[in-house]
């Protein structure tokens, strides 16, 4: 499968190309543009969270409980002096970090469901739902960084069957084929959670089917197609005149 960096850099590139044609067709602006870039960057890393050595799980793990025990230590805050609640923070995310990491690795393996297009829903659903509920942002500026999200992990997927195929190496088609870009997996319990998971969050942030329409009008795709190519020279330079 490639490896962080490529999956990274892939993710960005990808990113990049789509956030231009948004800003481009006049659907995005600089600050939905830029979150969307790093939506699709974290997408493009975010499959490998299962992976037990993982770089990826290892920060989710640290911004999950970082999220979770401020949440914990705000629920508390008209009940406890400062000094407890800063006990209480410390504890919430030690056992957050250590144990509830802890036993998600023991509960998941790598290329399982979390390595699927169902869990790109899901983190494009939790992504939305938390800008929308969370930090009280537009369904439409929701829905499209949690799309990007879900742009990166499709990335991702498709990056790991394409080296699982070992077109430049020796040895032919890698047994991992077939493992990456799947909808379901060997654990049939799982994939099932996922998918009710995935769609408890998708319910939860309104506006996805008006966000996908306006993505996709007619309007959009002209305004794209119309600024593809520049309309007589390259970069205002006569003698690039007409060249495609």
Request: aromatic share 12%.
């Amino acid at each position: 499968m490639a490896d962080f960096n490529t999956h990274l850099a892939v993710a960005a590139v990808s990113g990049g190309v789509a956030v231009t044609m948004m800003m481009v067709a006049g659907v995005a602006d600089a600050q939905l543009g830029l979150s969307s870039f790093f939506a699709a960057m974290i997408g493009g890393v975010l499959p490998d969270v299962d992976a037990e050595e993982s770089w990826t799980l290892d920060l989710a793990f640290t911004l999950f409980a970082l999220l979770g025990s401020f949440f914990v230590m705000l629920s508390q805050a008209g009940q406890m002096s400062i000094g407890e609640l800063v006990v209480l923070w410390l504890v919430s995310f030690l056992f957050i970090k250590l144990a509830v990491c802890e036993l998600f690795i023991r509960c998941t393996v790598h290329r399982g469901i979390f390595h699927s297009l169902p869990a790109g829903v899901l983190f494009a659903g939790l992504t939305a739902a938390l800008l929308y509920h969370l930090f009280r942002q537009p369904p439409w500026f929701c829905w499209v960084v949690g799309l990007f999200v879900a742009g990166g992990y499709l990335v991702h997927l498709l990056l790991d069957e394409l080296y699982s195929l070992n077109l430049f190496g020796e040895g032919g088609v890698s047994s991992s084929l077939g493992t990456a870009l799947k909808i379901w997996s060997a654990d049939s319990w799982a994939a099932l959670a996922m998918y009710l998971a995935a769609g408890m969050v998708v319910l939860l942030t309104p506006g996805l089917p008006d966000v996908l329409a306006r993505l996709f009008s007619r309007h959009t795709l002209e305004a794209i197609q119309l600024r593809m190519w520049p309309a007589e020279v390259w970069f205002g330079l006569p003698f690039l005149h007409n060249v495609r």
